[in-house]
């Protein structure tokens, strides 16, 4: 049977955000056909079944290098850059999972970073540079959407993965990069106890809670909403914006300064624990169903910005589970999703008047909203976990041609190596250096 590591770099355990929730996913579904082992920095003792969980505590990278020999494959976000380059000359077939494409995604986050330019400069050019070389040295790749994959093809394109050969094995390159997004459980969510509606302090039994069903992080805009919110409780009393989770499960997660922008915004409005409700702690995932099945609409706002434009909102995809009509920003895939199959509402950018109407329209027409859970319900089938991870058992099962990691390969791991020592002296001086080199070296989180 074939041998299967999985590297998550977020902790898998009771509360668990995006990554770690996918790799727990991705190892359940691998399990059905394939020997798999997912390592992670931590695994506060849960279990999954058929899969060994093992701790990447003490994991150096010969020692690392070692472990993942014993294995056919090996699948991860990035691992740390020498790793990379050591795996793609042993071999290790090795698919890089690319749904999360830090090149943009870090946009939005350094943006709202009040550090010094220097250092965010030098941060945001190393984690891109992490991902350019599992590019580099990647045997095949998955992503989140047809749009990612495309940016992607461009990406392998740019670095010389693409050839004629290539195309001759595998006119679609499929082979080389394939389409794995963010999936929902095939059994439906199922209710055990009561967790909002007449239990939290202002949200009434009879009140129509929007669910916000994630983290607030940069590059959303949770302030349109609370806007909008603070409109419709000028008139009417029964509309509650509930945070989900507000701080990050992994401490080793900065804090992300749109969640006090989003906090001060509802006091300065005199709606907060009135008509918006946050949760500052992050709800454990085997819990989340009760809070999904108590809402009347699962919302999601963003920005205009290149972040959003190759988003995958993994938020939305628990909204479908729970058959929950959506109201969301226009501007990623799921949006377009929502507004070409009219399961919810699709609302322009920043348009708080939008906002109001989309809510208004679902939430007092009974009829309207019965017609959009049924679409809801309809669409959640085709993005079951067992449907999406199709094509990686594919990727897993076929032997295809192994990547040549050449000179270049390492000169873009020595550049990273610079960018990493420059960007801890920025932060923490000569001495910050020498302890993060100890760190990486004795107690690395992720190989």
């Excluded at 999954?48 to 690392?64: C, D, K, N, Q, T």
């Excluded at 949200?203 to 607030?216: F, H, N, P, S, T």
């Excluded at 993994?314 to 589970?321: M, S």
């Excluded at 990493?420 to 690395?444: E, I, K, M, N, Y």
Aim: aromatic share 10%.
């Amino acid at each position: 049977m074939t041998r299967v590591l999985l590297v998550s770099n977020d902790r898998i355990g009771e509360r668990m955000a995006g990554p770690a929730i996918r790799y727990y996913n991705l190892a359940l579904e691998l399990s059905r056909r394939f020997d798999v082992t997912l390592m992670a920095p931590a695994s506060d003792g849960v279990e999954i079944e058929r899969v060994e969980l093992v701790s990447a505590e003490g994991y150096g990278p010969r020692a690392f290098r070692r472990f993942a020999e014993t294995f056919d494959t090996v699948i991860a976000q990035t691992l740390r850059p020498w790793t990379m380059w050591s795996l793609a000359r042993s071999r290790v077939r090795v698919i890089y999972d690319l749904y999360d494409p830090y090149l943009v995604e870090n946009l939005g986050f350094f943006a709202e970073w009040e550090g010094s330019r220097p250092y965010q400069e030098v941060e945001y050019r190393a984690n891109a540079l992490l991902q350019e070389i599992a590019i580099a040295t990647g045997d095949a790749f998955v992503c989140a959407s047809e749009r990612q994959r495309d940016f992607w093809l461009g990406m392998l394109g740019a670095l010389g993965r693409i050839d004629s050969d290539s195309y001759r094995r595998d006119a679609t390159l499929r082979e080389l990069v394939d389409v794995v997004p963010f999936g929902l459980s095939a059994e439906p969510p199922r209710k055990t106890r009561s967790v909002l509606k007449g239990i939290v302090p202002g949200i009434g039994a009879e009140d129509r809670v929007l669910l916000w069903g994630g983290g607030i992080w940069n590059w959303f805009d949770p302030l349109t909403l609370i806007r909008a919110v603070t409109r419709l409780a000028e008139r009417r009393d029964d509309v509650k914006l509930y945070f989900l989770g507000v701080r990050h499960p992994s401490p080793e997660t900065p804090e992300m300064a749109m969640v006090d922008r989003a906090v001060e915004l509802a006091r300065e409005l005199n709606v907060l624990d009135r008509a918006v409700f946050f949760n500052f702690g992050w709800v454990p995932y085997a819990e989340r169903a009760d809070y999904l099945l108590e809402a009347d609409l699962g919302v999601s706002a963003h920005f205009d910005s290149v972040e959003t434009r190759y988003a995958f909102r993994t938020r939305v995809l628990d909204y479908l589970w729970a058959e929950l009509p959506i109201v969301t920003s226009t501007g990623d895939v799921l949006a377009e999703l929502v507004a070409e199959r009219n399961l919810g509402r699709s609302v322009g950018i920043g348009n708080v008047d939008g906002w109001v109407a989309a809510i208004e329209e679902l939430l007092d027409d009974s009829a309207e909203y019965e017609r959009v859970r049924e679409r809801v319900r309809q669409t959640s089938a085709g993005y079951t976990w067992p449907a999406v991870t199709e094509p990686l058992h594919r990727l897993v099962a076929q032997s295809g041609e192994r990547v040549r990691a050449g000179r270049s390969v390492g000169l873009m791991v020595l550049r990273y190596l610079g960018l990493a020592t420059r960007s801890v002296a920025l932060r923490h001086g000569v001495r910050g250096v020498l302890r993060q080199a100890l760190r990486v070296v004795f107690r690395p989180r992720v190989p």
